[in-house]
């Protein structure tokens, strides 16, 4: 098993055995819907809500994991993520959720296996087009063409029309929805 699928292997059983709400995101997840590409870090959203984040970050902190930077407890509850390295130094970012639309992303969210041994709980393709969309960098907008590209006639436009909407009004970025239509081919 490969160091990063072995990370996030290892950061899903932490979860797991606290019964914690989270999926994996990121370039994982592109290695599921999308065409895959070099990535070296585990991105994983976790359900926190809002004013509970400290009894999700002290555990961890608290655990083999470690902050990459100084005052990691205090940069994630600035900026709503943990940033960690796994006990052999994989880079893992943890975006602490709480949005409605986040919780429904874990909701969605299913196992898939990488190889034996190794099935991880990502995102669909779905969320990860909004994820990704909402991001909007260059290399988020090449990822979301080769899931579209991988998962034509599999998407559904419908779904991520009306999760992405909302978050690209709150952003005051139109170009998020003048992509996704060009995406969509409407």
């Not at 606290?18 to 065409?35: H, N, Q």
Request: net charge neutral; hydrophobic share 45%.
């Amino acid at each position: 098993m490969t160091p990063l699928l072995g990370a996030a292997l290892e950061l899903q059983s932490f979860f797991n055995e606290r019964g914690w709400k989270f999926c994996i995101i990121g370039g994982i997840a592109l290695l599921r819907w999308g065409e895959p590409r070099f990535t070296r870090d585990v991105d994983v959203s976790l359900l926190t809500g809002f004013g509970r984040e400290d009894e999700f970050i002290a555990p961890i902190l608290a655990s083999t994991y470690r902050g990459r930077i100084p005052e990691a407890a205090a940069f994630a509850r600035r900026n709503r993520v943990l940033l960690l390295a796994s006990p052999r130094g994989v880079p893992i970012d943890i975006a602490l959720a709480g949005l409605p639309f986040e919780a429904l992303v874990m909701e969605r969210a299913s196992l898939h296996e990488f190889e034996p041994g190794c099935a991880l709980k990502t995102c669909s393709a779905e969320d990860l087009v909004v994820h990704k969309l909402f991001a909007f960098r260059t290399r988020d907008v090449a990822d979301v063409e080769t899931i579209v590209e991988r998962q034509h006639g599999h998407l559904d436009w419908s779904y991520i029309e009306k999760q992405l909407r909302p978050l690209a009004d709150l952003k005051g970025q139109r170009e998020i929805m003048d992509l996704f239509y060009k995406l969509r081919g409407v």
